[in-house]
């Protein structure tokens, strides 16, 4: 039978010192349909049950195992070995991000600062008796900030993020975002100084690596630029969009 190498890089923190990693191989059994996260589990399962990894739905919609695979920031359960072209599959936690073991990173401050934003619905005057009906053309503008699946990928890959603790990061603007251009919501005057500000939009420095990570190749970028625009209209026309 087939088999394809995996190195994957491993911490522990009983064993190994902070800040420092080492890489370990494993060969499994390679069938076609075989998948990272596949590959993980059997190896989990067969040769070291001690190694540490996230996972929930394995249908590349919840984000959890997100990883930098080959050189790119890949969803260990939508990438097929196969799709790689080779038999040796490198797998590395998200970098730049501390790690708590393996290939699990510790993602507090990247859902402090999603929190931070009230990534949630909000409206202001009394609730409707019926639901709150969006045209065709209102829905549209949802359709890329809405599939964000918080894998942390742009968050990992940003210079911002890596220079600044303090920077809200893509994905959380990208939610700011998504409820900005919301028909519905109606706490945006409330939500502007959160984002409008130095740790805000103004510190994404359009490099774009936040596209080139995302695994459900959104453009974080193109909402981060439409808060700034919308922040400007505000203070010189007073709109509230």
Not at 65 to 77: F, S
Not at 203 to 229: D, F, V, Y
Request: net charge neutral; aromatic share 10%.
């Amino acid at each position: 039978m087939r088999t394809v190498n995996f190195h994957i890089k491993r911490y522990d923190p009983a064993r190994d010192a902070k800040g420092t990693s080492r890489v370990e191989a494993f060969e499994i059994p390679y069938e076609t349909s075989l998948t990272v996260l596949e590959g993980l589990f059997h190896i989990q399962e067969h040769q070291d049950p001690s190694l540490s990894f996230r996972y929930c739905c394995r249908a590349s919609i919840c984000g959890s195992c997100a990883m930098y695979i080959n050189g790119r920031y890949r969803l260990a359960c939508q990438t097929n070995v196969l799709h790689l072209h080779t038999d040796e599959v490198h797998v590395d936690p998200l970098p730049h991000l501390p790690l708590v073991k393996d290939l699990v990173c510790d993602m507090d401050d990247f859902f402090a600062k999603y929190e931070y934003v009230q990534p949630w619905l909000q409206r202001s005057s009394q609730e409707p008796a019926k639901e709150i009906l969006q045209s065709p053309a209102d829905r549209h503008k949802l359709n890329m900030p809405i599939d964000c699946i918080l894998c942390g990928a742009c968050y990992s890959s940003c210079p911002s993020v890596w220079t600044e603790d303090n920077y809200l990061g893509p994905a959380a603007l990208l939610k700011a975002y998504r409820f900005e251009v919301d028909s519905r919501d109606e706490a945006r005057k409330e939500r502007l100084p959160r984002w409008d500000n130095e740790r805000g939009v103004y510190r994404c420095h359009t490099i774009a690596n936040c596209i080139e990570a995302c695994p459900k190749e959104l453009s974080p970028t193109e909402g981060i630029q439409w808060l700034k625009m919308a922040a400007v209209r505000r203070r010189l026309f007073g709109r509230a969009k």
